[in-house]
C-alpha cells in the first residue's frame, strides 16, 4: 500500500475509534465524580431522616390509638364522672325545657348503643367491694342486684337493653295505653333543681300497646338471630320459651323487664268492664315480651283514674289482667303488680288495695308514684327562689328526694297487711288489731337489718331482698309472699337499704337517674355494698 493510501485509511479509523469510544465511555462532566463521591453520604441521611419520620409516626399513630382506647373506656364506664358533672348540666344548659332534654338523652343513649359505644357498667376494681353480693331473689329468680329503673325514663320501650347496661337488675318501660294518646299538651314536665325535683303531668302519653309489643318483638328476633336462633316465628319462640338460657323479657341473665300498661284517658272511669278491657288488651300484646307486668291505677295526671284504687274495681281490673298474663302463649307466665298511689295512705284505703292484691292473685305491689300533694312537702327552712315557686305549683306529680320517707313507711305499712296474708271473706272480717309492730317485714327480712346478717364479707348479704322468693310464705303460711318493690325518693345507697331491710324486694329510682346521669345506679350499689362493709367491719 502507498504511503498516500495508508494515511487515508488512518484519517478514516481514528474518527471511527473516537466514536466507538464515546458510546461506549461516555464523556462526563468534570463535576460528575464529585457527585458520585457524594451519593451515598447523602442517601444514609436521607434514609435516616425517613427512619426518624416513620418513628414519628409510629409513636404518635401508638398514642393515638392509646388515647383512643382509653378514651372509649372512660366514656363508655358508667363510673365515669363526666356523665354527672359535664353530660347532665350539659344537656340542662342547651334544652331547657325538660321533656325536651328528657327526649335528647333518649335518643342519645339509643343511638350509642347501635354503634356499641353506650355507657355499661364495669367491674368495681375494690377487692373488698367485690366480695360484697347484692343478689336478691325475686319471683324464684335470682337477680344480680336490688336496684331498678322506674317507668317513665323510658316511656316507649326505646331503650331497655341501654339502661340494663347501667347496672340495674330491673327496668321498668311504659306506660303504654290500648290505643295511642297525646298525653297533656307542652309545656308538661318542670325541674326544681335546688331540690333535685321534679313535676310532670305527661298525661300517660304513648304510640299504642301494638306500637310497643312491635318494637320489643324486633328486639327479640334480633337477640335470636345474633345468638345463632336462626329468624323469624321459630326463633323467637326458641328464646321466649327459655331455649336461650336467659329471661324472655330482659333477655339478660340475672335481670328482668317490668312493662307497664294503663287505660286511655277516653275511657270512661265508671264503666269498669271498659276500663279491664283496656288494660286486658295491653297485657295480651305486652305479656310474651315481659318478665312483670305492672298495672298503673296511680297515675296523677289521668283523671279519675286513681278512683280505681277502690277494692271492687281494683279487684275486677286485676283478675283480668291476672287472667291474662296467665293465658300468654309462653312456657313461663309474667308476673303481675300493681302500682299504687304515695296519697291513698289512709288505712281503710291500704287494706283495701291489700284485699284486692290477695282477692285477684296479683303477685305483688309497687309502693310509690308521684304525689299531688304539696302541704309539707318541702321542709319551712328551705327558701325556693321565685321562679321555683312559681313550679312548685304547677299542676302534676311531683317526684324528688323529699318523697323517701313518705315511701318508707308505707313500705312498711304494706309488708305488715300483705303479711297478714289473705284477709278472710267479708262476713268473717272482724275488727283486730295486729300485735305485729308497723313497718316489721317478714321473711327472713323480719328481725334483723340486711347488714346484721353478714356472715363474711366474702359470703352472700344473707337476707337482701329475700321478701319476694317463689319459696318464701308468708307468716298466715301456704301462701307465696308478695313481692314490694319501692319507688319514690330513693337517691343514695343508704336509703336503698332502709327500703328494702323495711321489706320491700327492689329500690326503684327515677329522679335519681335524671339528676344524677348515667352513672346513678352503679354508685347507689357502691354505696350499698360501702355501708354494708363499714357495718361489718364495726
Not at 111 to 139: C, M, W
Amino acid at each position: 500500500m502507498s504511503a498516500a493510501s495508508l494515511r487515508l485509511v488512518r484519517t478514516y479509523q481514528a474518527p471511527a475509534r473516537r466514536i466507538i469510544l464515546s458510546q461506549s465511555r461516555p464523556v462526563l462532566p468534570r463535576n460528575t465524580l464529585q457527585l458520585q463521591l457524594r451519593r451515598p453520604a447523602s442517601t444514609a441521611a436521607g434514609d435516616a431522616r425517613s427512619l426518624v419520620t416513620r418513628l414519628k409516626n409510629l409513636l404518635f399513630g401508638t398514642s393515638l390509638s392509646l388515647f383512643a382506647v382509653f378514651s372509649y373506656l372512660y366514656i363508655t364506664n358508667t363510673r365515669a364522672s363526666v356523665h354527672q358533672w359535664l353530660a347532665v348540666p350539659a344537656i340542662r344548659y342547651f334544652y331547657p325545657d325538660a321533656e325536651d332534654a328528657h327526649h335528647v338523652g333518649t335518643q342519645s343513649l339509643k343511638a350509642l348503643y347501635s354503634f356499641g359505644i353506650h355507657p355499661r357498667e364495669r367491674n368495681s376494681k375494690s377487692q373488698d367491694l367485690k366480695d360484697v353480693d347484692l343478689g336478691v331473689t325475686v319471683f324464684g329468680q335470682r337477680l344480680q342486684n336490688p336496684i331498678g329503673t322506674s317507668a317513665g325514663i323510658d316511656k316507649l320501650a326505646e331503650i331497655p337493653d341501654a339502661l340494663l347496661a347501667l347496672g340495674p337488675a330491673i327496668v321498668e318501660v311504659g306506660g303504654a295505653t290500648p290505643f295511642p294518646q297525646d298525653g297533656n299538651p307542652k309545656p308538661r314536665v318542670f325541674r326544681l333543681p335546688s331540690q333535685k325535683a321534679l313535676i310532670n303531668r305527661y298525661g300517660l302519653n304513648s304510640l299504642g300497646a301494638e306500637d310497643m309489643a312491635r318494637r320489643l318483638r324486633e328486639r327479640v328476633r334480633l337477640f335470636a338471630y345474633h345468638n345463632g336462633y336462626g329468624i323469624g316465628q321459630d326463633a323467637q319462640d326458641i328464646v321466649l320459651n327459655g331455649g336461650a338460657g336467659v329471661p324472655p323479657g330482659s333477655l339478660v341473665e340475672g335481670k328482668m323487664l317490668a312493662v307497664q300498661v294503663a287505660k286511655n284517658k277516653s275511657t270512661k272511669d265508671e264503666d269498669i268492664e271498659a276500663v279491664k278491657r283496656d288494660y286486658v288488651f295491653c297485657v295480651e300484646q305486652l305479656a310474651p315480651y315481659a318478665d312483670i307486668l305492672v298495672v298503673n291505677v296511680s297515675s296523677p295526671n289521668t283523671p279519675g283514674l286513681r278512683t280505681l284504687q277502690r277494692v271492687e274495681p281494683l279487684t275486677r281490673i286485676l283478675e283480668g289482667v291476672v287472667g291474662a298474663a296467665r293465658s300468654v302463649n309462653r312456657k313461663t307466665k309474667p308476673r303481675v303488680m300493681v302500682k299504687v298511689s304515695p296519697d291513698e295512705d289512709q288505712d281503710v284505703q291500704i287494706e283495701g288495695i291489700v284485699e284486692a292484691i290477695w282477692r285477684s292473685g296479683v303477685d305483688g305491689v309497687i309502693v310509690g308514684n308521684t304525689t299531688k300533694r304539696r302541704h309539707n312537702l318541702i321542709p319551712s327552712h328551705i327558701n325556693l327562689t321565685v321562679k321555683e315557686k312559681q313550679i312548685f305549683d304547677e299542676e302534676g306529680g311531683f317526684s324528688g328526694p323529699h318523697m323517701f320517707e313518705r315511701t318508707l313507711g308505707l313500705v312498711k305499712r304494706y309488708r305488715r297487711l300483705l303479711d297478714q296474708g289473705p284477709p278472710p271473706p267479708p262476713e268473717e272480717k272482724k275488727p283486730t288489731k295486729s300485735s305485729k309492730p308497723e313497718g316489721a317485714a317478714t321473711g327472713v327480712q323480719s328481725t334483723s337489718t340486711i347488714t346484721d346478717k353478714i356472715q363474711s364479707v366474702k359470703d352472700t348479704v344473707t337476707g337482701l331482698g329475700g321478701a319476694g322468693s317463689s319459696e318464701d310464705v308468708g307468716p298466715s303460711g301456704g301462701h307465696e309472699q308478695k313481692v314490694i318493690f319501692a319507688t319514690g325518693g330513693i337517691t343514695n345507697g343508704k336509703q336503698a337499704l332502709e327500703i328494702l331491710n323495711a321489706g320491700a324486694s327492689v329500690a326503684q329510682i327515677y329522679t335519681a337517674l335524671i339528676y344524677g346521669g348515667v352513672g346513678t345506679v352503679s354508685r347507689i350499689k357502691k354505696e350499698m355494698k360501702e355501708e354494708i362493709l363499714a357495718k361489718y367491719m364495726h
